[in-house]
């Protein structure tokens, strides 16, 4: 059933503009709708619906019409209604057929062709750690020094309990010389350290206290792998350090509690729950993380599920690693929203940083082709391990070389392990030698990647391109290409190292271009993906990935949008808005816009 419904998305395949066939699938499905039953729609996000011509069914608890309803179901994409019992679909297809739900204790939601789709799934984010970061002072819109300095005021002021002021997010830009002096701080926050790391968090900036609990002084020694900016006059430390130097005070900062930490849970999925999503994967995770998780889910509070991905530390022993893993997961067994039952694992770095691994040597250092994290060999006994004990393996993977080896790694365990439903996942997966694309759909690998990255910006223009020349950086981000050859392909943010909505990503994938520049051309044209197989990245192949499908079964996590997606210029989709997120059925996000009053 899976590989079928896999085979089935992966080959749903648009033809001509998405418009006409937009219009001629969903007379379809309103045709069609009256005797479907029993489709793999019922298996997976929604149930079929067996109506018409029938008696009254037991009254819905909220009933969702007049709407414009994309299944993720290839064979019947299309309907009009909805009806959600206890948490689950009970009815999907046209609204003469909804009828029959409607009772006395019914809401009956018109939409008046807003559009419904099954909740966003994230198959590769941070949400704890955003959620910290979220809970601190937050400068990433702030454009002047005078807006920095007010965010900061306001933030100090509210809250005079905290030993230290913190946040994240001052652009570079802001400041001459990217170079913010501790007097500034000093007069926001005289009483209390502060610390503030930059948006790229390359750099930090703290006040005088700051540097003085950290013992820096014009005497001081910039550390190895970093440098403290100086008055150019006086050789006193100026405020702002950089790379490695950060740390010099970061390790003084109060340690997060478990109190915040589930203040960060909550407030990430609130955060995510606005974007449409109802299912997401935090992609480092270790024993405290878990411990919050779990802590809201025994609560029953957490607005969407959670799939944790168990961090692999490759300074500790495999054996005790696999110890490690397995205790957690058993931890796990009991929640109602957290899925424990992955490991992930690094095999390389990062481009921009020349640490991730290339077939061939980076231009811009010669013989330099990157390091793996892992010997290959090393990689392949970690995954192999962790695959026999039953973990899906979800893997770090950016360069063509440890894109590979990973592959290589997969391959080996799936001819020497009992066959069994792995689902191994690959997230980032930027640089490719094409040889290794049909390799995804061979070996039932799920293709995780960051779709707002495919976008010709300066990370590609002046970090990437250079140390691979235009052969090689053809074949960056290839969803197009990955699309076709059958893969499910799922999507994911990173968040917070992008953005949290899903739409904005969906746009950069079908544009291949930045947002808000519509006469702008697309990077690698031939890479573009489509809007029907985007949408399922985001829902029905994530919901694979998450190994959701089955559990979600018949839950009704829905999402209301402002307008039919199908309808927009592409270059418009990031301007859509989610108005209702639904989580079995009970709103966890209501946009103030959206009128409707849901119980
Ligand atoms: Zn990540």
């Not at 046209?94 to 006395?104: L, S």
């Not at 002021?157 to 400041?175: K, M, S, T, Y």
């Not at 070996?443 to 960051?450: D, E, N, R, W």
């Not at 039919?564 to 270059?571: M, N, S």
Request: proline residues 7%; glycine residues 8%.
């Amino acid at each position: 059933m899976s590989s079928d419904r896999r085979g089935r998305v992966a080959q749903a395949r648009p033809q001509g503009g998405w418009g006409g066939r937009h219009r001629s699938c969903r007379s379809d499905a309103a045709r069609r709708s009256g005797t479907a039953s029993g489709s793999l729609l019922a298996l997976t996000l929604f149930t079929g619906c067996h109506l018409e011509r029938r008696p009254p069914a037991t009254p819905a608890d909220l009933v969702l019409r007049d709407g414009v309803v994309w299944t993720a179901e290839p064979e019947r994409p299309w309907a009009q209604a909805v009806a959600v019992r206890e948490g689950r679909l009970v009815y999907v297809g046209d609204d003469a057929g909804v009828e029959r739900f409607v009772g006395g204790g019914t809401q009956v939601v018109e939409l008046a062709g807003k559009m419904v789709l099954p909740g966003f799934g994230d198959t590769h984010a941070h949400p704890l750690s955003g959620g910290l970061e979220l809970g601190e002072c937050n400068l990433y819109e702030a454009r002047t020094p005078a807006e920095v300095e007010g965010a900061i005021h306001a933030y100090a002021d509210a809250h005079p309990e905290l030993p230290w002021v913190r946040g994240n997010g001052w652009q570079l830009p802001v400041f001459p010389g990217a170079n913010p002096s501790r007097a500034i701080l000093d007069r926001v926050v005289p009483d209390r350290p502060a610390f503030f790391y930059a948006a790229d968090g390359h750099s930090a900036w703290v006040n005088s206290r700051a540097l003085a609990l950290a013992g820096i002084t014009r005497e001081t020694p910039d550390p190895p792998g970093g440098r403290i900016e100086r008055d150019p006059r006086t050789g006193e430390p100026s405020g702002t350090l950089r790379e490695a130097a950060t740390g010099l005070v970061s390790r003084l900062l109060p340690p997060y509690t478990p109190e915040a930490r589930i203040g960060a849970v909550r407030r990430a999925l609130a955060e995510a729950n606005r974007f449409g999503i109802t299912s997401i994967t935090d992609a480092d995770v270790g024993a405290e993380y878990l411990d919050a998780y779990l802590a809201v889910d025994a609560r029953n509070e957490l607005t969407a599920r959670v799939t944790v991905a168990l961090r692999d530390h490759e300074d500790v022993p495999l054996d005790s690693m696999v110890g490690l893993v397995r205790a957690m997961r058993d931890r796990a067994r009991l929640a109602t929203r957290v899925r424990a039952g992955t490991v992930k694992l690094y095999a390389d770095g990062v481009l921009e940083a020349r640490t991730a691994a290339l077939l061939a040597p980076y231009l811009d250092r010669p013989g330099d082709t990157g390091p793996l994290v892992y010997p290959p060999e090393a990689l392949a006994e970690r995954i192999l391990r962790f695959d026999r004990e039953g973990f899906q393996v979800h893997v770090h993977a950016i360069g063509d070389r440890a894109i590979r080896v990973t592959l290589d790694a997969l391959a080996r365990a799936r001819e020497s392990n009992p066959a069994r439903d792995a689902r191994p996942v690959l997230a980032h997966i930027e640089l490719f030698d094409p040889a290794d694309l049909p390799r995804f759909r061979a070996l039932g690998v799920v293709a995780s990647f960051q779709p707002y990255w495919a976008q010709r910006d300066e990370y590609i223009s002046d970090l990437t391109e250079p140390a691979l020349g235009p052969a090689r950086s053809r074949w960056l981000y290839p969803i197009g290409s990955m699309l076709a050859s059958g893969a499910v392909v799922a999507g994911g943010s990173d968040w917070t190292v992008s953005t949290l909505n899903p739409l904005d990503a969906i746009e950069v994938a079908i544009t291949r271009h930045g947002l808000n520049l519509p006469t702008a051309t697309a990077w690698l044209p031939e890479e573009r993906a489509d809007l029907p197989r985007m949408l399922a990245a985001y829902t029905i192949n994530a919901a694979w990935a998450q190994h959701g499908s089955l559990v979600a079964g018949k839950l009704a996590d829905l999402i209301v949008l402002d307008r039919d997606l199908f309808t927009l210029p592409a270059t418009e989709l990031h301007q859509a808005k989610v108005l209702l997120t639904l989580l079995e059925g009970r709103p966890v996000w209501r946009d103030s816009t959206f009128a409707q009053t849901l119980r």
